[in-house]
């Protein structure tokens, strides 16, 4: 299990760099990360990051696109527009949840 | 007199209808089957009917043969489930009571999900072999191809079968040969996955029979929209796949009906204790086949081996015993890979599919995860069993509904602990 710093912390991560251990998590590491993606978060972004994290904890898997849409009331469009190319994978990266099943 | 209400007579509903005739008193239980449609469908022949391989024949017969006496047939649409009242409305209004209620209203292909999908091109150059009508629209097309560019594409995950849009393009790919067609087309395998299929061991092994056959892989493309004007396929990050002719599977979702009842998650699949299959918060429901949320294949072969636990859980919960059965999630796929071969997949909750023999270890005589003649024999022999063996309910020989480990090569760390709930 490799190790990184970042934000002044050492976390646990992946081959792919997501968290192993959300408890390790905090928000100047998402911060962090999210520079490291080359973003830089805003409120919108939050919200996404704050879904992602409440619905894994409610159910135990990081959600797919329809469940963003229609359970948090998120558009596919500006889910690419915040988190371009993979919103779902780099969101969930950001707010230290495991790598998603689905597939963006 | 208690009531058994079974919603669908597909795979699962009829299988369940004949499993519980024959356990339930029929002076104390009435059985009613509910489904809109006449006529029962072999929907793994989906596959074979655009290359005509088979005819329709093979795959479409009348409902009512496969129920046992003692059963009722409702052929109506279902509008809603009221589990306060225990009721279940149907669309021309009336109302049947239950005691116990079995969902298997299944899932299907809904091509309205994806934009532009069912504009101009639709049944054109735009086709799909989910259903019936889509399998032989595709047919008439395919009988006037003449070269090009066809695209093979999965809208996103999941869907039912998940193998049988690869199948596709291996049977594609040998038809196109067999027609003297095949150097002037180009195949092209579009998916919102990462690789070619969602579990990793067998997604190796089908890339590179992807890969030999000259099939060109479009990974982790998420479709925004159809372009009719300019026939391409358009991700939600701006690449796109031009095609002459696009055979896709659209988004696969739950019944209308399940989302009417407030019973189902974001894709209309009803939340299911994937053990006992029972639906999560409601005592007297259960859900069997593609309607469950229960994190396995969706496919026929599934629903065949939940039968047996949910027969057993049934008469437990009338009862008023604890439902002791317990489903592992295992699945059995036969996977048609063109020039007369095929693979087999045999997994569950636990184990994703691996190498080895099957159904006796050593012996066989079929292999698992490797390609053989006697695999696609076995693929066209489950028509007669499904038509003569399965819709009964009767087991299949040497086959448990729990997934046996003897004869497989596990690799270290690929069997997962056992998973709650
Ligand atoms: C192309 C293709 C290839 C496949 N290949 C294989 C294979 O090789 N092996 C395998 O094991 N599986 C295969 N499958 C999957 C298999 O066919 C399904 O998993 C299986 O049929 C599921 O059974 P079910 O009873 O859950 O759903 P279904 O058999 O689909 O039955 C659902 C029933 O519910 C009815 N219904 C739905 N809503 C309502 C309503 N509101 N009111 C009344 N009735 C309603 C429908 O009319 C239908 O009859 C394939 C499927 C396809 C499409």
């Not at chain 2, 104390?28 to 596959?47: K, T």
């Not at chain 2, 030999?212 to 479009?218: C, T």
């Not at chain 2, 599919?353 to 066989?364: A, D, E, I, K, Q």
């Amino acid at each position: 299990m490799a190790q990184k710093n970042i934000a002044g912390h050492t976390v646990d991560v992946d081959a792919e760099g997501y968290l192993t251990r959300p408890e390790q998590w905090n928000r100047a590491i998402a911060e962090a990360l999210a520079q490291e993606l080359n973003l830089q978060l805003t409120d919108a972004h939050w919200k996404v990051i704050e879904f992602l994290q409440s619905d894994y904890r409610e159910r135990g898997t990081v959600p797919g696109m329809r469940r963003l849409n229609k359970v948090g009331g998120f558009a596919t469009k500006d889910l690419y527009a915040l988190f371009p190319d993979g919103p779902i994978k780099k969101a969930a990266l950001i707010a230290g949840l495991p790598k998603p099943a689905s597939c963006v | 007199m208690k009531e058994l209400l079974i919603l669908g007579a597909g795979t699962a509903g009829t299988i369940m209808a004949n499993k519980l005739r024959g356990c339930l008193p029929a002076a104390e239980w009435r059985i009613r089957v509910v489904d809109e449609a006449a006529d029962h469908f072999y929907q793994p022949g989906f596959l074979f009917l655009p290359f005509g391989l088979y005819t329709d024949r093979d795959v479409v017969r009348p409902r009512s043969r496969f129920l046992p006496r003692g059963v009722e047939f409702v052929q109506a649409a279902v509008d809603r489930i009221e589990p306060d009242r225990r009721r279940v409305r149907l669309a021309d209004g009336l109302e049947l009571p239950y005691d116990v209620l079995l969902i298997a209203t299944g899932t299907r292909p809904v091509p309205g999900q994806v934009e532009g999908m069912t504009n101009g091109d639709w049944r054109r150059r735009v086709h799909e072999f989910y259903t019936f009508e889509g399998a032989r629209a595709l047919q008439a097309s395919l009988r006037d191809w003449r070269g090009g560019r066809l695209v093979v594409h999965v809208s996103e995950m999941p869907i039912k079968c998940p193998v049988a849009p690869l199948e596709f393009a291996f049977l594609a790919d040998w038809w196109l040969t067999t027609q003297g067609l095949r150097d002037k087309t180009e195949l092209v395998y579009v998916t919102p996955l990462s690789g070619a299929f969602t579990k990793p061991i067998a997604s190796q092994v089908l890339s590179g029979l992807l890969d030999r056959k000259r099939i060109r892989v479009v990974t982790d493309f998420a479709v925004a929209r159809v372009d009719n004007e300019r026939h391409a396929l358009v991700s939600w990050d701006e690449r796109d796949v031009p095609y002459d002719l696009l055979v896709t599977v659209p988004p696969n979702l739950g019944a209308d009906m399940i989302e009417r009842s407030g019973l189902g998650d974001e894709m209309n699949y009803v939340p299911t204790e994937r053990h006992t299959l029972r639906a999560r918060g409601h005592e007297n429901i259960f859900v069997i086949g593609d309607a469950a949320d229960v994190p396995t294949s969706k496919a026929g072969s599934v629903a065949h081996f939940e039968a047996e636990v949910l027969t057993e859980n049934v008469l437990a919960h009338i009862c008023g015993e604890p439902l002791s059965e317990r489903f592992d999630g295992h699945a059995n796929c036969f996977i048609e890979s063109g020039f007369g071969k095929g693979f087999l997949l045999d997994f569950n909750y636990q184990l994703e599919p691996v190498p080895g023999r099957f159904p006796f270890p050593r012996l066989g005589p079929l292999a698992l995860l490797g390609e053989s003649r006697l695999n696609h024999w076995g693929k066209l022999a489950f028509k007669w069993i499904y038509w003569h063996v399965l819709l009964r309910g009767w087991p299949i020989p040497f086959v448990d509904h729990r997934m046996s480990l003897a004869g497989k090569q596990i690799p270290a760390g690929a069997l997962k602990a056992e998973m709650a709930g």
